[in-house]
């Protein structure tokens, strides 16, 4: 029995259906079609049956499930303990940020990939929080303040950011000189998020509000430019911006807290070498002193 069919049925189940699980993979239909044949043909059994709600796992299908997934697991902690030291393969996925993706991480990237040449890597740029297990990622690139979650972060480098608007704007509806007069302004935001700022040592949280919400940087640095409002933006994208006045940092004597970039896996005993090395290789690139 083929590990590689066992971990192409797993990702199905996963996914809900070959379509699902081909564009997670990389791969055609076809392609998973005739693994799930083969592994079908192997076991003497139907695992996966298709109704008016898409591929469902028959009761078969749902038992082997759970020993695939085990399998798979035990074969890729083999192979990683028996391969040469410092040689990857098999597949690694990953979810990076758009705004801050292609820009500062796919060279990290694409370095391991060059290092490790038996490694597969599929990389999946948005500024959508992914549901790592159910989406089928082994990990994700993430930037800003962490929220709560069941997930293992391990920071990767600092990211600082500043309240800017545009010269028209400020000409236009003034600027607030402390947090609480940002709730008169108009606010340039993700979503329904809270801006913090630093007043000395105290932590001052503000409720923004606005009518431009956007799940992209650049779309939000974009409007920033236009006048649209306030916005709370990475430094690494408005300072070039404030170099040529098209932006203006605003309450520059309450900064913002510093964030940071992380790299997030599902919880589990260890991480797999594979995740291990590209955060090594992301730290060192964010910052080489860093190694907490």
Request: glycine share 10%; aromatic share 6%.
């Amino acid at each position: 029995m083929d590990t590689e069919d066992m971990r192409t049925f797993v990702e199905v189940a996963d996914a809900g259906g070959v379509s699902h699980a081909a564009r997670r993979l990389g791969l055609s239909k076809s392609i998973i079609s005739r693994a799930l044949a083969r592994l079908e043909v192997d076991l003497g059994t139907q695992l996966l049956a298709r109704n008016t709600r898409g591929t469902v796992l028959t009761e078969a299908g749902a038992i082997f499930r759970n020993y695939a997934v085990k399998a798979v697991a035990d074969m890729d902690l083999a192979r990683e303990t028996i391969l040469p030291e410092g040689e990857l393969r098999g597949r690694l996925r990953v979810s990076a940020p758009l705004t801050f993706g292609p820009r500062h991480f796919a060279p990290v990237l694409a370095k391991m990939s060059r290092l490790h040449p038996r490694l597969h890597m599929q990389t999946c740029y948005t500024d959508r929080f992914v549901d790592l297990v159910a989406e089928g990622f082994d990990c994700a690139i993430r930037v800003g303040y962490l929220q709560d979650s069941n997930l293992v972060a391990r920071r990767i480098g600092p990211v600082t950011g500043k309240l800017v608007a545009s010269p028209a704007y400020i000409e236009a509806h003034g600027a607030p000189e402390k947090p609480e007069e940002i709730a008169g302004h108009e606010a340039i935001m993700q979503g329904t998020e809270t801006w913090s700022f630093l007043d000395g040592t105290r932590i001052v949280t503000v409720h923004p509000h606005g009518r431009f919400k956007a799940d992209n940087g650049s779309a939000l640095i974009s409007a920033a430019l236009e006048g649209v409002g306030l916005g709370c933006l990475p430094s690494d994208f408005v300072d070039e911006h404030i170099a040529t006045g098209a932006l203006v940092e605003v309450m520059p004597g309450y900064p913002l807290p510093p964030a940071g970039a992380y790299v997030l896996r599902p919880p589990g005993q260890n991480p797999s070498r594979k995740i291990r090395v590209l955060t090594e290789l992301l730290i060192e690139h964010c910052n080489p002193g860093e190694r907490n």
